[in-house]
């Protein structure tokens, strides 16, 4: 037995439970101790104790040796409470102080084939899943104290995002847990270490708090734009967009509301001044999946995107980790304008999570098979409903049975209620989180062991995203999806909530069209607070659902060509004399619209049937595959990795306008084909991306292009750098081609720590090292490649493609042969651009 498990014995046999748990490297233990100093309710210290004694087990290699004494008293149950989890009671002396318990495997004989494979054995022992490895840092990585990447599609994701070409945009698809967050912030921040702004849309509170919470540590100012209406979160909010004004908020996360309302102002005045750095959108699915559906603010975006672009120049990153060919689609139609669109993925299905699934006959029967799983699984775990009703029943079910460490999250959650549920869940204060999918985007809670789905998620994109939740460690984690056939007809109702019909769509179009008002420049700005038509039935109609859908009307003529979102510069308060007269033109600005006309035939009902409706259908058959696919999985006739492959491979796009497509490299943690099968659990290999940028951005110093005299290549002999000072100028030539704007630097790893780590920790430049020359997949910007003495000389160095822009710099030793007869020095036979180190740092002033 572990130490832990010992010392553990001993505070139960004594009950001086000790306020500090961090010398308990567990967290199961900390949970325990914690739910012991905190009247907790007694499934939440049996589970816990579950927990221990299967971990316990497993580490040992056994299945239920490991024994454990417990009081037989409160806040310790009974007898028959111990074996509702599968704990046995080992003494039947009722004379006994204590319980000789032991903890056996979970079985159940209403999952298929657990018992030859106990569905909670591989999460208790903790098995590595994982396979993609950390590579190699570039130096800049030490901003955000990391040393290495997470993934090889981290690494090209953010070098993408570095020489991105002015004003472009970059789909950057990769797998949940492999760094995708970074990508966006490490850029945000160095290009802010003096001033700068990037925005983060994110789709929830929970993102935007712990997307904060993680770079605490390297922003000395509140991140997050949410609030109440309180005097503190008022005050911080004002003090947010003040510093956008300024240039020194560096990165703000915030939803697609806030950003089209209250942060409006500030970021027009950043952008007025250059300030802003890029424009993120976080988990861009949520564009097309919400946008179309009830939060219309995410299609919106794209109008002001384009007018603060209008103003300054920065780069759009979209963020994903689901990424199907129609999502792709939407954002580029959104986002592919005015520059560049590109998209770099690398995507490796989760190995992570086992898939189990069970079909319910009844509610009740599907009420006693979640407390059994609650009984016997992991902490911490996460149960999904759909509906936010669903979640509260569940949540009072769980505190009659004696789960008090159990959280709720929805749609409805105030941001403190989401804020204090996250710390507690990170604090290990809370085991059970009972959330509709309004919890869990990008979430960062590592160690969440199992997903438990009391529904049938309406699509299989929003199926995999909220079992994502589990396992982001690395390590084994399980899904378990409980559903009935009424779940299965919720789920097809919800799924067939299409974009409005042409009917009613034109309807609504022509009323806010007859109350526009001309805004110049072939702009019109209409007001969106209009009933649809002057029926009574219309006329009384709420005005903040009427809002929605003409919102939804407006995005879904945009995304079809008739018109485009435009937006204009919110009313800023030094431009007016009173208050009221600033209040009413926010009044007007938020219940507006500024669009422009692109098909003059716009109002005609032959217009919106060959243009709205292959739109509508185009939704309504992706929204069918969806759900297709989530039944494919509940029948489980096929590998679930070829449901999900299915789902998100991408073919590339070979027309005019090339496109990546997306491949996907399939894994499985388990399943019930690869059970009957007897396939133990895959992983693939993270592809590496190949650089996206057909021009990508960078520049050349004027004294480089003084040397290079229009060459794309040049060589530079140096002799032995054994000479100290030789070696000292070799540093300083080295640093001077980084202020020149040499970005990829070609060096052996012995060489990389004295010759570059310490000359560009505090450079405003970033570099990226490689090893060894590879053409194919490094970025097409200024390279410097140093090879060493009786290192191997590459003739492809020379070679010369055309197609790169950026010129490459060699740096080798004087009696480097040539690479096609050994018998010639290349110095003597090399017909282009050439100096001897010597003569190169005279010219360079070293």
């Known amino acids: 037995m572990t130490d832990s498990f010992q010392e553990l014995n001993e505070i139960l046999q004594t009950g001086n439970i000790p306020e500090d748990t961090s010398d308990f490297s567990e967290a199961c233990y900390q949970r325990l101790l914690d739910a012991l100093g905190n009247s907790s309710g007694s499934g939440d210290i049996v589970s816990l104790v579950r927990h221990i004694l299967r971990r316990e087990d497993v580490k040992q290699g056994v299945s239920s040796q490991t024994l454990l004494k417990v009081p037989r008293k409160p806040p310790f149950p009974n007898r028959s409470i111990w074996e509702q989890f599968s704990i046995k009671v080992l003494n039947d002396n009722d004379d006994d102080e204590y319980y000789l318990i032991n903890a056996h495997p979970w079985q159940p004989e209403w999952l298929e084939l657990s018992e030859q494979y106990p569905p909670d054995t591989p999460v208790f022992k903790e098995e590595n899943r994982r396979s993609y490895e950390e ?91 949410y609030g109440d209406k309180s005097q503190e979160e008022q005050e911080r909010r004002e003090g947010i967009r003040n510093r956008i004004r300024a240039g020194t908020q560096r990165i703000i996360f915030t939803s697609p509301e806030s950003l089209m309302d209250s942060l409006a102002p500030a970021l027009y005045e950043a952008a007025k001044l250059g300030m802003l750095r890029y424009f993120i959108i976080d988990e861009a699915h949520m564009v097309e999946q919400w946008g179309d559906d009830f939060r219309p603010a995410f299609q919106e975006i794209p109008g002001l995107r384009r007018d603060l672009l209008r103003l300054t120049s920065f780069t759009t990153l979209l963020l994903t980790a689901t990424l199907t060919e129609s999502c792709l689609d939407t954002l580029e139609t959104l986002f592919g304008k005015p520059g560049e669109f590109q998209l770099i993925s690398a995507v490796e299905l989760r190995s992570e999570p086992s898939y189990w699934f069970s079909n319910c006959e009844t509610e009740e029967v599907r009420k006693q098979r979640l407390l059994e799983a609650v009984y016997h699984l992991p902490r911490p775990l996460i149960i999904y409903a759909t509906k936010r009703e669903d979640v509260e029943s569940w949540k009072r079910e769980l505190n009659r049975s004696g789960f008090k460490r159990c959280g709720v999250m929805t749609g409805q959650s105030s941001s403190q209620e989401r804020l204090q549920l996250i710390k507690n869940l990170r604090e290990k204060k809370l085991d059970i989180v009972v959330a509709t999918s309004a919890f869990g985007l990008g979430v960062d809670q590592a160690d969440i062991r199992a997903v438990i789905h009391v529904c049938v998620p309406e699509t299989i994109d929003r199926f995999y995203q909220e079992v994502g939740r589990g396992g982001r460690d690395g390590k084994a984690s399980i899904s378990l999806t409980l559903y009935t056939d009424l779940d299965l007809e919720i789920a097809k109702s919800l799924n067939e909530n299409s974009p409005i019909n042409i009917e009613r769509g034109l309807e609504r179009w022509q009323s806010m069209f007859n109350r526009k008002e001309s805004f110049g420049n072939g702009q019109f700005r209409l007001p969106i607070n209009t009933p649809p038509s002057s029926r009574e039935e219309d006329i009384d109609m709420k005005n903040k659902q009427s809002t929605a859908w003409n919102i939804r009307t407006l995005t879904l003529m945009n995304r079809a060509g008739l018109i485009e979102i435009e937006s204009a510069e919110p009313p ?106 007897r396939r133990t659990p895959f992983s693939g290999i993270m592809p590496q991306p190949l650089p996206v940028w057909h021009n990508p951005k960078f520049f050349v110093g004027e004294e480089l292009q003084r040397l290079l005299a229009n060459e794309k290549l040049m060589l530079i002999f140096y002799e032995s750098l054994e000479d100290r000072s030789r070696k000292r100028r070799m540093n300083a030539v080295i640093k001077w081609f980084i202020g020149q704007g040499i970005i990829n630097i070609i060096i052996p790893h012995n060489y990389q720590e004295n010759l570059i780590q310490d000359r560009v920790q505090n450079s405003n430049n970033f570099i990226f090292l490689f090893e060894k020359y590879q053409p194919i997949t490094m970025p097409h910007v200024p390279t410097l490649i140093f090879y060493a003495l009786g290192n191997f000389f590459s003739h492809n160095c020379l070679s010369i493609n055309h197609q790169w822009q950026a010129p490459r710099i060699i740096l080798l030793p004087m009696d480097t042969p040539d690479p096609t007869r050994t018998d010639r020095k290349l110095i003597n036979i090399f017909p282009g651009r050439q100096f001897k180190f010597d003569r190169f740092c005279t010219e360079i002033g070293i």
């Not at 995002?161 to 912030?185: D, F, H, M, W, Y």
């Not at 983060?200 to 993102?207: C, F, I, N």
């Not at 422009?596 to 058959?621: A, F, V, Y």
């Open 572 to 677: 800023q308060r030094k431009a007016f004399e009173s208050e009221d007269l600033y209040k009413l033109a926010w009044d007007t600005y938020r219940s507006s619209r500024v669009i422009r006309i692109k098909n003059e035939c716009h109002l005609d009902k032959s217009t919106w049937e060959t243009d709205i409706e292959p739109i509508r259908l185009q939704r309504q058959n992706w929204s069918y595959k969806n759900l297709q696919l989530m039944k494919k999985a509940l029948k489980a006739k096929v590998c679930i990795s070829e449901i999900f492959a299915e789902a998100y491979t991408i073919p590339p796009r070979q027309t005019i306008k090339k496109r990546n497509g997306v491949t996907v490299v399939r894994a499985c943690g388990g399943c019930p084909v690869c059970r009957k099968q």
């Open 135 to 225: 590579v190699a840092p570039d130096p800049f990585l030490s901003l955000v104290q990391r040393k290495s990447y997470r993934s090889v599609g981290q690494r090209e994701a953010i070098r993408a995002v570095l020489t991105a070409p002015e004003n472009s945009s970059l789909v950057i698809n990769l797998p949940t847990s492999s760094g995708k967050s970074l990508c966006a912030q490490l850029p945000a921040l160095l290009n802010s270490r003096t001033s700068g702004v990037s925005v983060v849309v994110v789709p929830t509170t929970a993102l935007a708090i712990d997307q904060e919470r993680a770079l605490k540590p390297f922003v000395n100012h509140d991140t997050a734009y």
